[in-house]
C-alpha cells in the first residue's frame, strides 16, 4: 500500500467516524419542537458579510 494510498483511507474513515458521530445530534437538533430562532448557530450559521458602504 502506498502513501497515498494510506492517507486517502485514513482521511475516508475519519470522515466516517465524524458523520457517525454526529448522526445523533443532527437527529436530536431537528426534532425538537419549538422554533430555535436566530440564534442557534446550527440552523442559521453567522456568514461574514462585505460592507456595501466605504
Given amino acids: 500500500m502506498s502513501t497515498w494510498q494510506f492517507a486517502v ?4 474513515a475519519l470522515a466516517a467516524l465524524a458523520v457517525v458521530l454526529a448522526t445523533p445530534f443532527l437527529a436530536a437538533h431537528s ?22 458602504h466605504p
Fill in 31 to 52: 426534532r425538537t419542537e419549538h422554533d430555535h430562532g436566530p440564534g442557534c448557530w446550527w440552523c442559521h450559521p453567522r456568514l461574514t458579510h462585505r460592507r456595501t
Fill in 9 to 12: 483511507g485514513a482521511v475516508l
